[in-house]
């Protein structure tokens, strides 16, 4: 499904026959990211601490915050990888999420298994072994990332701001409350890297292969997100699901006429 290019990192090919470079985080930014979950998660423990001296005695407010920590420091990145798409608030601020090796959103048993053996990457001090495997690793993958078949990559940006995939419009009346919703849910990164493609590449097509492949895709999506109320082309429809995709990297919004 996928292999390392060293120069531009790992190469998965969809079934569709599109290719997505899956670039992996440098050591420095993993760092810089971990630095910032870390503050975050000492913070965190610290109110809860005060918390629990308020109403424990001493004695059962110790145990408490142990067991508080432990489940906290684990806890806090299997829900992040799970429930935000492989981002944690440190990844998200250095532009970096955790993917499985073929660019799909995390199963839960992946991030289970990579935070289950963190314990492992922090020896002995400091994430040590964890850095030691990165520098050694071609893909700057730690043990947890190597058992669990994951990956540190960089958000892709390729495709901000490429007007080629909305027409320059300035309005999408797709983007209403219950379709923003389903589309974020429902779309993983996979797919997004190939509607971005599709998009990108439509005009190199052929007039029929275009209006048919837009129109398949379309149908598809209209069953997965459960949208059959809104009488657009299979064109819009499509590049209407990439601007609501990209929209934080975009500097409009396309606008659709019913057909």
Request: charged share 25%.
């Amino acid at each position: 499904m996928g292999e390392l290019n060293a120069r531009r990192g790992r190469v998965v090919v969809t079934p569709e026959h599109v290719e997505i470079v899956l670039e992996p985080a440098g050591l420095g930014n993993r760092f810089l990211a971990l630095l910032v979950d870390f503050v975050l998660l000492v913070a965190l423990a610290g109110v809860l601490a005060q918390i629990s001296l308020l109403f424990l005695p001493l004695g059962i407010a110790g145990l408490v915050r142990g067991l508080t920590l432990l489940v906290l420091g684990w806890g806090y990145h299997v829900y992040f990888e799970i429930q935000h798409q492989g981002q944690s608030p440190g990844k998200r601020l250095f532009g970096l999420r955790v993917v499985d090796g073929r660019g799909l959103p995390l199963a839960i048993e992946q991030s289970f298994i990579r935070n289950a053996v963190r314990a492992l990457d922090v020896l002995p001090l400091g994430y040590a072994v964890g850095a030691l495997i990165c520098l050694m690793d071609r893909e700057h993958r730690r043990l947890g990332d190597i058992a669990a078949d994951t990956l540190v990559v960089r958000e892709p940006r390729h495709v901000a701001g490429d007007r080629r995939l909305t027409r320059e419009r300035v309005f999408n009346s797709l983007r209403v409350p219950r379709v923003l919703r389903l589309v974020r849910h429902r779309v993983n990164l996979e797919e997004r890297e190939f509607l971005a493609t599709l998009c990108l590449r439509a005009d190199a097509l052929d007039a029929g292969a275009r209006l048919d492949l837009m129109e398949e895709v379309a149908a598809f999506y209209r069953r997965r997100l459960e949208i059959d109320d809104i009488p657009f082309s299979g064109e819009s429809f499509v590049r209407g699901l990439v601007s609501i995709l990209f929209a934080d990297r975009l500097p409009v919004q396309p606008r659709f006429s019913r057909s």
